[in-house]
């Protein structure tokens, strides 16, 4: 019993240490003072105090203000840095392989410190058990830091030059108060800053490019009830509930900027075993979708009609040909919401839930509750 305490106390501490040493290094932070000029060329989100978040592909900041170029729009946008919290450069590749380095790193380095040492077993020696770790923080660490990021964080000050003289130098560790490479101190700024807001005027009058076609698809979880269809003999099993893996994979047409039709297919599948049977039964669907996004938000609702497949497999325990194999058509009808929770520059993520109605010959049905998790690319316009 102590054993297995040790043993969870262990592998916590090897965890928490993993996920702090993943969040050193992933972001630095610049104060820019007001007659600092910098020009940044990257895709980026800018906070406002008033809780907005803009998405933006390029800014300049010279003096007590800041434009930007809407990422989606091309639009010019101008506000006071007092207005500002601050614009995050993220570097969501960058992010990952810090993520991969330090994970790996981590978890190799702390399983040599407090692993047991089981020289006699090939397998078990520290050396062996920190070379299996590496690789297994590696492959933890790289989706952490690819969810949080390698970011540049951009803070603007509003006070006047010669006030600054009088100011205290930060105390706080964290704040990278040096001046980032894209900074240039020009000799004269009003020419400097006359020739960017030209080129980005420039910029904001071409129109966006919109994609034409959206492609989503990955994995999910499922659950409900399952019918079954009783034909063989091998097969006692009665049980018409259960949970299992699921897939999706969507192909999306925009009709306005906020309502999309398209194809789906997806599937979820159960297995049980009774005795030496196991027995896979899959519901597949493929559809008609719509999803419409409220003007300006990143959550959607969606709904869906079409074909569904009932499919029961048969089989004995660790064989590979089927006892029998059967199949059943029908119609389905499914609702959901969901959520983009990560926005790159090419793609988002989507978080969303829904529930589908299945009703097949012989007046078999099967209710199922879905969560997937998706990737859509390229990424949406929200204009």
């Known amino acids: 019993m102590m054993g297995g305490v040790f043993v969870s106390q262990k592998n916590s501490f090897l965890l928490t240490f993993i996920m702090l040493f993943l969040s050193i290094g992933c972001s630095n932070t610049h104060i820019i003072k007001p007659y600092e000029l910098i020009h940044i060329k990257k895709y980026g989100t800018l906070y406002k105090k008033d809780l907005e978040r803009i998405d933006i592909r390029e800014f300049y900041s010279l003096g007590d203000s800041i434009i930007a170029l809407h990422y989606d729009t091309n639009e010019l946008l101008e506000y006071s840095k007092s207005d500002v919290t601050k614009i995050v450069i993220r570097d969501r590749a960058k992010g990952a392989k810090q993520g991969a380095i330090a994970g790996a790193l981590g978890a190799s380095s702390l399983c040599y410190l407090l692993c047991p040492d089981n020289s006699g077993d090939a397998l078990g020696g520290k050396e062996a058990g920190a070379f299996i770790y590496f690789f297994f923080g590696g492959f933890l660490g790289a989706p952490v830091g690819y969810v949080i990021g390698s970011n540049d964080v951009y803070k603007f000050i509003t006070d006047k030059p010669e006030a600054m003289e009088s100011k205290k130098e930060s105390d706080n560790t964290d704040v990278d108060q040096t001046r980032p490479p894209a900074i240039v101190i020009v000799k004269d700024p009003e ?41 063989s003999e091998e097969s006692t099993i009665n049980e018409k509930s259960g949970s299992g893996i699921a897939g999706s994979y969507q192909l999306w047409f925009p009709v306005k900027s906020n309502i999309y039709v398209g194809l789906s297919a997806g599937g979820i599948g159960f297995s049980q075993e009774d005795g030496e049977v196991t ?11 719509t999803r419409m996004y409220p003007k300006k938000k990143n959550y959607y609702y969606e709904g869906a009609i079409g074909f569904s497949r009932f499919s029961q497999k048969l089989k004995l325990t660790g064989k590979f040909s089927d006892l029998s194999d059967s199949s059943i058509n029908g119609i389905y009808i499914s609702a959901g919401m969901g959520t983009s929770f990560i926005q790159g520059e090419k793609y988002e993520l989507l978080l969303n839930g829904n529930v589908s109605f299945n009703y097949f010959e012989g007046g078999k049905r099967a209710t199922l509750i879905r969560i997937n998790l998706e990737v859509m690319f390229p990424r949406r316009k929200t204009i």
């Open 191 to 231: 020419i400097e800053e006359t020739r960017v807001k030209e080129k980005m005027i420039a910029t904001s009058k071409k129109p966006p490019k919109i994609p034409n076609i959206y492609y989503a698809l990955g994995p999910g979880v499922g659950f409900g009830n399952m019918p079954t269809i009783n034909n």
């Open 279 to 289: 027995t896979t039964r899959s519901v597949e669907n493929f559809g008609l979708t």
